[in-house]
């Protein structure tokens, strides 16, 4: 059950993913990627992280994309906002490095037979959070500081002169 | 029935092929190179929280959560410069900021 929703969702991801890379307007892109954070929020959840899930539809899909939606809408492309979309001259070497992974991936499939897998552990948010605040205390202020220093660099950054 | 390990490694790294071939091909639309390395991050989160579930250590989780906060710094700085550069130069295209030689 758990492998066939894995499969499934596994199938949006990668479906919207390319829609989002191909996708002819910025804003489009956008919605399809949403579409593909959520199906990997869930893909997420099934590995047990329902946490990081959490995080994953709030920030991302619910912050970060509407950053860049805001910014797509505030810069008035053009009208209609059509991007000139990359010619087959500028798509071939992403073409390359995608069958070169492909490929690669294929290679190692095939070579190795994985061995069934031993059940994995979920991790309890009660564990998520003892480790977070005990083991990595610093690393939150670290990140707090960053946090705070991309505010005021934005803030510069956005400032009329 | 459980999810094999190799699996959501190929997910990830088909992920991760998608978000270059992104950057490599938009490689004249800035947003859209912003939009790729979003696709890379999110593929390096999945390849985190699957090795947490497989070890059983809440780490892997730990470290997609710095992540997330890195991406959401990342993206305001970067957003905020592709705005100061759309004020200067009127354009996203990365053909018009040839002015910053060296």
Sequence with gaps: MEAILFYILSAVTLIGTLC?????????????????????A???????????????????????????????????????????FPKIRDWWPAV????VIAGSILILAVSR?????????????????QALFKRYGVAVEIISMQLLFALVGALYLGRRR | MIIPFYHVLILASLLFGMGLACVVAWRTNVIMM???????????????????????????????????????????????????????????????YGSMNG
Excluded: C
């Design chain 1, 42 to 84: 869930l893909i997420f959840y099934l590995l047990g992280a329902p946490l990081v899930a959490a995080f994953e539809v709030i920030i991302y899909a619910g912050a970060i994309m509407v950053l860049f939606m805001f910014v797509i809408m505030m810069l008035d492309l053009g009208h209609p906002e059509k991007l000139t």
């Design chain 2, 34 to 96: 912003l939009i790729g390395i979003e696709i890379m991050l999110n593929s390096v989160m999945l390849t985190f929280v699957e090795g947490s579930a497989r070890w059983g250590i809440a780490d892997g989780q730990l470290f997609a959560l710095m992540l997330i906060a890195l991406t959401s710094a990342e993206v305001s700085l970067a957003l905020a410069m592709v705005v100061y550069l759309h004020r200067r130069k009127q354009s996203v295209n990365t053909d018009d």
């Design chain 1, 20 to 40: 989002a890379i191909t996708a002819r307007q910025a804003v489009r892109a956008i919605v399809y990627l949403v579409t593909s954070f959520f199906s990997l």
């Design chain 1, 96 to 99: 390359l490095l995608l069958a």
């Design chain 1, 113 to 129: 037979e994985p061995a069934t897998a031993p059940g994995f552990t979920a991790i309890t948010v009660r564990e998520f959070s």
